[in-house]
């Protein structure tokens, strides 16, 4: 993996991490750790979408709506457990 990609990796993962912790709001983990669940988010995101059938658009908008979707799976669920 070259340095690039994993700056745009990262990038990604951040923005869709900030944004999803915005959407979500009180399941944040704060900034880094939504960075952190944004980046996980974009694995995630990717294979849910996949599995559904859905295709966003290309580019590094579609990549951060892709992941961001993951995130927010992602925030729900860690919410949803850290309650109980």
């Not at 927010?72 to 860690?78: M, P, Q, S």
């Amino acid at each position: 993996m070259s340095m690039e990609s994993l700056l745009t990796i990262l990038f990604i993962g951040g923005i869709a991490g900030w944004l999803a912790g915005l959407i979500v709001k009180g399941y944040g983990f704060g900034l880094l750790g939504n960075i952190l669940v944004g980046i996980i988010g974009a694995f995630v995101g990717s294979w849910l979408l996949a599995k559904l059938g859905i295709s966003l658009s290309a580019g590094i908008v579609g990549s951060i709506l892709n992941a961001m979707i993951g995130a927010i799976v992602i925030l729900v669920l860690l919410g949803l457990v850290r309650r109980r």
